[in-house]
């Protein structure tokens, strides 16, 4: 992504890993209530885990990222939690229900957590292609 139109690159990667991320939060909350017999396993929450890429270029571009990239994702651990419910039509025959260890609240601080920095690389890359706009405007 080095070169004359780097930055747009850089931003887009960016755009790429926070939509992923927002993606992943969307289907936490969207599973926050999911209920399984307290015999099963409970739903496992997705984290986005992202990495930096490199620089390819030595000299002057020396230590300076090409941006970022989705390394994987993690699944949160599938004990969830146990509820005494006995009227559900999933309870196991102690009664018990397992709900996903999903906080809903940590949920929505991640999903603002990823829109500011999506919306951040969208303002980057739409600054750098005017800038490039203008740039080429120069030579009419």
Do not use: C
Request: no cysteine; glycine share 12%.
């Amino acid at each position: 992504m080095s070169g004359l139109f780097g930055s747009l690159g850089v931003a887009y990667s960016g755009m790429d890993t926070y939509k992923t991320w927002i993606d992943a939060t969307a289907d936490n909350v969207a599973n926050v209530n999911t209920v399984r017999s307290g015999d099963d396993r409970a739903w496992q929450s997705k984290y986005v885990i992202a990495r930096a890429v490199p620089g390819t270029n030595g000299g002057a571009r020396a230590g300076i990222g090409d941006g970022t990239s989705v390394a994987g994702v993690a699944l949160s651990d599938d004990e969830g939690k146990l509820v005494y419910e006995p009227d559900h039509p999933l309870a196991n025959a102690e009664g018990m229900v397992r709900y996903p260890a999903v906080e809903l609240g940590d949920q929505m601080t991640n999903l603002i957590i990823a829109q500011r920095a999506y919306q951040a690389n969208v303002t980057v890359f739409e600054r750098a292609r005017d800038a490039y706009s203008r740039a080429l405007e120069i030579g009419k």
